[in-house]
């Protein structure tokens, strides 16, 4: 049954901007500047080597004039990097716009090179496409908002030594961004925010950093620790011939196991493949989130180990997937053992530092929140996190449901909102192939589904060793869907170790392990899988049911919102109430499971802008439960 009321409170409003009210978490509040996000970014492939480039940079805005814009004449300030200009903590506050050009740049010490050694540098997401040059040259370009890059600037280094003998080079980076003028992936970002659309953001958004490598050096790593081998499979792709050498160490830093390999040519590259042998592996799970040291060591032929490159990384052993019970119903299963999945969506926004967390604790306090909310899954929604936040999630034994980053064409309310909010029998009855379907899902425009399988590939690619991620999520809501069969047959063929969901709220092409709907109108129950198959006694699911989206139960608190105007589905004047309707939903949610639910995600884990239907605020000053507690 349609709940119209609910219907009428999620109706968005037409409504001037709001002007936000400038909302400080406790880490903002405390922030040096000098030491900003001063952590390795990438924990599963570090070297010594490196040096952090967080901090201030000068940064300039002018008018777009093409991709040959001219260099700025002059700078406008400063700006604390990796903030975006439109973030408060970036002490710029200035919302990009796609006829503009934002500038950075930096003096970045160079550190001294041996014979034969490189300096890349690294950039762990810009948006939306940039330029870089190092000392006038260009040493590359990049287009794409969420996933890193790097480029080698070498051969661009000017030999510039100070009377200190020490060198230096002048970093500037050009980017451009079209926001949501465009059909580039954005995810929740918009130009005009309202409702569940959130400030857009433009240029430097992570940790930049450059690091030292030697000619001969491991480019990138695949692990797969396979517990039914008892070993941890290791594909490295390397720049040269020579051989790799892998030690395993256990959680008290004593060798569990070796293995070297030589590299082969393939292509324009090398390639090592190693398996190293783990007697009685210990597996990983939240209760028992246990994790295995890599130390990886690749020199090539004619040089002595002394000089040889070393990356440090981590793995650990378990299995997700999702078969049937011993009833015929299908399940999560980690570890062979059947896991109700207990979810929370997690956008990543932060109220002074928008899509980036304004330090490394703030990521750990969101992931244990959620544990202590009694969470054991966070559903990363359409944003690709810090890799840092999947380290600690690692770590601390959090899942994770990880979402590809939307984008397409203006969001369309009739196909994508409004119809399968009001007929629910069109959830499995819509096709999402052809030209006359694209365009229903904004995904009429083919560079954008060029887009959206190579930000798919480079988002598997690049967090596939993150134990913490239990299942790929593709498409969202039906926005810049397309070929949903198909992507998820191309999903598994970059990972066929873990499940997908194929289609989150609605438009199920019959595809994926999921049969996953969002539900904030009806009534909360089981739905029967429209794929299923013939056994002796009767019909049977062959996908596991999971209520992907759920709840979003609004609670507004004065002094912690970033706008006057609240947004949500049902709205509760005190903390009493609003925490007695929260309850109800999540024990509703235990009592499905025996029907047959498989996994929930609950709306949301913290307010964002006009949506207050967080369990915390969006400043983290206020837990909502612990306050609906107190006045129990």
Same mark, same amino acid.
């Given at each position: ?6 219907? $009428? ?14 909302? /400080? ?141 020490? #060198? ?7 980017? /451009? ?33 450059? =690091? ?21 499979? $290791? ?30 040519? %393939? ?63 299908? #399940? ?189 109108? #009806? =009534? ?8 299923? =198959? ?8 062959? #996908? ?44 509703? %949610? ?21 949506? /207050?239907?967080?369990?915390? /605020? ?8 612990? =306050? ?5």
């Amino acid at each position: 049954m349609l709940d119209f009321k609910r219907v $009428l409170a999620a109706k968005p409003r037409e409504h001037d901007v709001q002007k936000k009210v400038k909302l /400080t978490t406790p880490w903002g509040e405390q922030l040096d500047s000098s030491a900003v996000l001063q952590e390795h970014p990438t924990p599963q492939f570090a070297r010594a080597s490196w040096q952090n480039l967080n901090g201030y940079w000068d940064y300039a805005i002018t008018r777009a004039a093409g991709a040959d814009d001219a260099l700025p004449s002059s700078f406008d300030g400063k700006i604390l990097v990796p903030f975006s200009p439109e973030a408060p903590l970036s002490g710029v506050e200035h919302i990009v716009q796609p006829d503009e050009t934002l500038w950075y740049r930096r003096t970045v010490d160079v550190p001294k090179l041996n014979d034969g050694e490189r300096l890349l540098l690294h950039f762990q997401a810009v948006d939306y496409r940039c330029t870089c040059f190092v000392d006038g040259q260009i040493v590359g370009s990049h287009t794409g908002g969420y996933l890193p890059f790097c480029f080698d600037i070498t051969d661009a280094l000017a030999e510039n030594e100070d009377a200190s003998n020490s #060198r230096k080079a002048e970093v500037m980076l050009r980017v /451009t961004d079209p926001s949501d003028t465009g059909t580039q992936l954005r995810g929740k970002q918009k130009l005009v925010p309202s409702d569940i659309w959130y400030t857009a953001q433009s240029g430097i958004w992570q940790t930049v950093w450059c =690091e030292v490598v030697h000619a001969a050096h491991v480019v990138s790593l695949q692990i797969d620790a396979d517990p039914k081998r008892k070993g941890i499979a $290791l594909h490295a792709e390397l720049s040269a011939a020579g051989t790799l050498h892998v030690e395993a160490h256990d959680s008290e830093g004593v060798c569990a196991g070796m293995a070297l390999a030589h590299a082969e040519e %393939m292509g324009d590259t090398f390639v090592a493949e190693a398996f190293v042998q783990i007697e009685n592996p210990h597996l990983w799970s939240p209760d028992d989130p246990y994790l295995y040291t890599l130390q990886l060591m690749f020199a090539d032929d004619e040089s002595p180990l002394t000089s040889a490159d070393r990356v440090s990384s981590y793995t650990a052993f378990r299995t997700c997937e999702v078969h049937a019970d011993e009833k015929g119903v299908p #399940r999560f299963y980690l570890n062979g053992e059947q896991l109700l999945l207990k979810g929370v969506l997690d956008q990543g926004y932060w109220s002074d530092g928008l899509m980036t967390a304004p330090a490394d604790e703030a990521l750990v306090f969101d992931i244990q929140s959620a544990r202590q909310l009694g969470f054991n899954m966070m559903r990363k929604h359409i944003k690709i996190e810090s890799e840092r936040w999947y380290y600690h999630c690692d770590r601390l034994g959090m899942l994770v449901w990880q979402d590809m980053v939307s984008g397409g064409g203006t969001y369309g309310k009739w196909y994508t909102s409004q119809l399968p909010t009001l007929f629910k029998d069109l959830w499995t009855r819509l096709s999402d192939e052809g030209p006359a379907h694209y365009a229903h899902f904004a995904a009429e425009d083919p560079v954008y589904r060029g887009e959206w399988r190579n930000a798919c590939e480079g988002t598997i690619r690049t967090l596939r060793n993150h134990p913490c991620i239990v299942t790929w999520v593709l498409f969202n809501e039906a926005w810049g869907q397309f070929d949903a069969r198909a992507m998820t047959d191309f999903a598994r063929s970059l990972d066929a170790t873990r499940p997908v969901d194929s289609t989150s709220g609605w438009y199920d092409q019959r595809a994926g392990d999921y049969f996953s709907v969002h539900n904030y109108f #009806r =009534e909360l129950e089981v739905y029967p899988d429209p794929l299923r =198959e013939k056994t002796d006694d009767g019909d049977r699911p062959k #996908r596991a049911f999971a209520i992907s989206e759920f709840g979003g139960l609004t609670r507004y608190i004065p002094g912690h919102s970033s706008c006057e105007i609240a947004y949500g589905y049902d709205s509760y004047e005190t903390s009493a109430a609003w925490f007695e309707a929260l309850t109800t939903q999540l024990a509703t %949610m235990e009592v499905l499971e025996e029907q047959g639910l498989a996994a929930y995600v609950y709306t949301q884990l913290t307010d964002i802008e006009e949506e /207050t239907n967080g369990l915390l /605020t969006y400043d983290r000053r206020i837990n909502k439960v612990h =306050e609906g507690l107190s006045v129990q």
